[in-house]
């Protein structure tokens, strides 16, 4: 092989290479700072319990009483969350009186409700706290639809 070959052989692999590098690089970048997420520990949640809940139904069936636990994402905003309790109780009393009695006796229709109630509760919150997303989930602990 002659010197310019060479020479130019050598250039063409260094290319190489450094191109090679330069996508491994922000990958690997990535694989790291997904490894330091998974290292932080998760916050330590914390559960609200509303106070039984009874609301008269328009449709399906004459009331409904219910009691609630709310989990929240962190223990340290639970003061915070505390604090609305009656503007959560008056969401899901308002969200209650337009649900269909008859629907809120099967599994379905309660698995609906409590994700519908959920991301009320989530709304109402974050708007009066500014905090996104403060419940992580909700729990009916009674259910009963007459």
């Known amino acids: 092989m002659k010197p310019l070959e060479k020479s130019l052989t050598r250039t063409a692999l260094a290319l190489l290479l450094g191109l090679a590098l330069s996508l ?3 990958a690997w970048a990535a694989d790291e700072k997904e ?3 998974e290292a ?3 916050p330590t949640p914390a559960y609200l319990a509303l106070p039984s809940i009874v609301v008269n139904m328009n449709k399906g069936a004459r009331h409904s009483r219910f009691e609630v636990q709310l989990m929240i994402h962190d223990k340290e905003k639970l003061s915070d969350i505390r604090l609305h309790q009656a ?9 209650m009186s337009e ?3 008859a629907v809120l006796k ?4 309660k698995e609906a409700f409590r994700q519908k109630a959920l991301e009320a509760c989530n709304q109402v919150l974050t708007e009066l706290t ?3 997303q403060p419940l992580r989930d ?5 259910f009963f639809v007459h």
């Open 87 to 95: 503007a959560l109780s008056n969401e899901l009393i308002m969200l």
């Open 106 to 109: 099967t599994a379905k229709g």
């Open 138 to 142: 909700l729990f009916f602990t009674t």
């Open 130 to 132: 500014r905090i996104e």
């Open 99 to 101: 649900e269909d009695g």
């Open 35 to 37: 490894k330091e997420e």
């Open 40 to 42: 932080k520990p998760l």
């Open 24 to 26: 491994a690089l922000p």
